[in-house]
């Protein structure tokens, strides 16, 4: 569906190097979440999709056409929602999204936009002018731009940055419908736990490189060998007598609770030695790392 291979990007004059040898290759139907922080590359990377900025090295194709050669075709298959909102359009939403339909030599999709404008609670601005839109409304209505052309792959920078959190929720929504009916999404976010909650394959870039491409559950997975437990006594507990555990980083917190960084595999043998000391606890939590765990410990790899 898209295929990346060996792509960089060096902005003049600086010779800044954005992307260095990026290969990414998206599949029909997949969620992926692309993350990194900020200056890693990821908008460079959209924008060169967009057909916005122009590569400097490597290969970009969406549905088997060179974005190069065929930018017309590619943009008919791929839609983009910009990170940046700066726009300062004269129109109203309907107006704009009849043009951007119009670009693509389509007319009569005015009971399309509706449901656009529906799904994205933007009916109520339909003849407003974008200029007027609040920061989260104009997110919303490029995410209705981006779709008018009923796009197979739909590319998704930074979308919920600045929305307010009852509406990020109600674009979860949207996005998971548009994924089941079939759309394949890339998605950049900043907010973690969107990419545990949405995606189903995960792409950390870092200054220009793909340091980690997983599908979500197997990252988790390989991350979860080790995990936290958190026993409850109902005593004050001594650090120096939690030698016997050393091996398993004892940490006393609120003096009555004791954390281990555990191998799943030696939880019997923690178990064995706890109740061998006769410590018996009241209460005990097993804590499996979070994506965003996770992502921050390989940025910091
Ligand atoms: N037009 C440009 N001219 C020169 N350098 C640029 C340009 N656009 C981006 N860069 C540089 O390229 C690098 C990657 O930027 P990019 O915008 O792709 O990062 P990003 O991953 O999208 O970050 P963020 O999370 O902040 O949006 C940065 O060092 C940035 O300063
Ligand atoms: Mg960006």
Do not use: W
Request: a neutral charge; one cysteine or more.
């Amino acid at each position: 569906m898209l295929s990346i291979s060996n792509l960089s990007k060096t902005y003049l004059p600086d010779k800044k190097e954005a992307l260095k040898g990026v290969t990414l290759d998206i599949e029909k139907g997949e969620f992926t979440a692309l993350l990194g922080q900020n200056g890693a590359g990821k908008t460079t990377l959209i924008n060169i999709l967009a057909g916005n900025v122009l590569k400097t090295e490597g290969m970009v194709k969406i549905g088997g056409y060179s974005i190069g050669s065929h930018a017309l075709e590619t943009k008919r298959i791929i839609g983009i929602v910009p990170q940046d909102t700066g726009y300062d359009f004269v129109f109203s939403v309907y107006e704009a999204l009849k043009k951007q339909s119009g670009y693509f030599g389509i007319r009569h999709n005015g009971e399309y936009i509706d449901e656009l404008l529906e799904s994205l609670y933007l009916t109520d601005k339909k003849f407003s002018n974008i200029r007027g839109l609040s920061g989260g409304m104009k997110k919303r209505f490029l995410i209705a731009k981006a779709l008018v052309h009923r796009p197979k792959i739909l590319v998704l920078d930074e979308p919920t940055a600045g929305v307010d959190i009852e509406m990020r929720h109600t674009l979860y929504d949207f996005l998971i419908r548009l994924h089941q009916s079939g759309t394949t999404i890339i998605l950049t976010t900043h907010y973690i736990e969107e990419a545990e909650k949405l995606c189903d394959r995960v792409v950390i870039i870092d200054s220009g490189r793909i340091i980690a491409d997983e599908p979500k559950t197997q990252l988790i997975e390989n991350f979860s060998r080790k995990v936290t437990v958190e026993f409850q006594f109902d005593f004050e507990l001594d650090s120096a007598d939690m030698a016997f555990l050393n091996a398993y980083n004892p940490q006393i917190e609120e003096k009555t609770k004791l954390r281990l960084r555990v191998l799943k595999k030696n939880l019997p043998e923690v178990f064995q030695l706890i109740s061998r000391r006769n410590m018996e606890f009241v209460d005990l939590a097993i804590e499996k790392p979070t994506l965003e765990d996770i992502y921050l410990s390989i940025i910091h790899r």
